[in-house]
């Protein structure tokens, strides 16, 4: 199964992406990072079944 997690470098978000993976999910987290922060997710950037894509979601991307 599959996942995407818009502001996935947040707070709230990135701690949803650790539970799905922690489900088995392959995740694609996505933000801005305008409050989100990159080191929320740090931990997961050699995770094989982690994608993350900075971009605006309001924007084509």
Request: some cysteine; proline content about 3%.
């Amino acid at each position: 199964m599959r996942a995407l997690v818009t502001g996935g470098a947040g707070f709230l978000g990135s701690h949803l992406c650790d539970a799905l993976i922690g489900e088995g999910y392959e995740v694609i987290a996505v933000d801005n990072l305008l409050t989100g922060r990159s080191g929320n997710i740090d931990h997961l950037r050699n995770e094989p079944r982690f994608c993350f894509c900075q971009a605006d979601i309001t924007q084509p991307f």
